[in-house]
């Protein structure tokens, strides 16, 4: 196996602690970024530093200083990047008038504008290398925009928009750019669910006001009952590390709790998106 260093944002909790500390133990090298390293987060940061192959950043994706600090310093200590995992994100459920503009932001700003930011960083190196790997992590409901889970789909089909075209404009210059589409997991995003800040809205939606918690109770029920191993997760990324360039597919689906419906539309799409491409004479980008 050939040793690779990966860049992999929110490592605090979840996919990214998960993934850090899997790639780690196959023997890559792995830089796990994370907020507030010497505050809340400082046990984790000292947790994952003790094992072997991985150093901690101090990164928040939406400061984009610490983003291009944090790509200079693998750069200057590795000579190179190889792997970037886009990972931090925020969960939100509520109706969705409840959401400011200043919570929209701010969930844009982690989930799309930060992954942005991080992409265009380690781009350049990338393109010099004449390789590299960007996995974002986006979510079925990337796909498909659920009922009071409205404002998280909406940034999670930006991730998508941004990864389906890029994935196309610089596969030629030998860099791939995919994404995760995990169904739901319990993991730590569950216990800090973000929620509209504007709360006079919600009398007026009567009874439909109480479907968000609902919403809540019934993945928790879900995960009681079904227990999906959130590894997955972590075990698909790896695939995708070790799949050859060019090789690897723009989405990969992991969801053993809800089924199979996000693949069949992934697969619809594509066949059209392929029809599409191959029309306005760019069918050499498929290949």
Not at 91 to 96: E, L, N, P, R, Y
Not at 122 to 143: C, D, F, T, W
Not at 148 to 173: Q, S, W
Request: charged share 25%; proline share 5%.
């Amino acid at each position: 196996m050939e040793k690779k260093v990966i860049l992999i944002t929110g490592t605090n909790s979840g996919f990214g602690w998960l993934t850090a500390n899997t790639c780690a133990t196959l023997g890559h090298k792995v830089y796990a970024t994370m907020r507030e390293t010497k505050g809340r987060n400082a046990e984790k940061a000292k947790a994952l530093v003790r094992q072997e192959n991985i150093e901690v950043l101090e990164v928040d994706v939406t400061n984009g200083k610490q983003v291009t600090d944090a790509i200079a310093t693998i750069i200057k200590k590795e000579g190179r990047i190889d792997v970037v995992v886009n990972n931090a994100g925020i969960s939100a459920v509520g109706i969705a008038e409840s959401f400011t503009e200043d919570d929209l932001d701010r969930m844009l700003n982690v989930a799309v504008t930060g992954p942005w930011r991080m992409i265009r960083a380690a781009l350049p190196y990338m393109r010099k290398q004449g390789e590299g790997l960007i996995v974002n992590i986006s979510s079925v409901g990337g796909r498909f925009s659920f009922p009071f889970t409205t404002v998280y789909n909406g940034a999670k089909f930006a991730i998508e928009g941004l990864t389906e075209g890029l994935h196309y404009e610089v596969r030629p210059l030998g860099v791939d750019v995919v994404m995760i589409q995990p169904g739901p997991f319990p993991t730590e995003v569950w216990e800090k669910v973000a929620t509209g800040s504007d709360t006079t809205v919600v009398a007026g939606y009567g009874d439909l006001a109480k479907v968000p918690e609902q919403i809540i109770g019934g993945f928790k029920q879900m995960f009681e009952n079904l227990k999906p191993n959130p590894q997955l997760v972590a075990d698909a990324i790896v695939k995708l590390i070790d799949t050859p360039k060019g090789k690897r597919p723009l989405r990969t689906v992991v969801d053993p709790a809800t089924g199979s419906f996000a693949e069949i539309a992934n697969k619809t799409v594509k066949e059209q998106y392929e029809s599409y491409l191959t029309a306005f004479g760019m069918k050499e980008m498929l290949n």
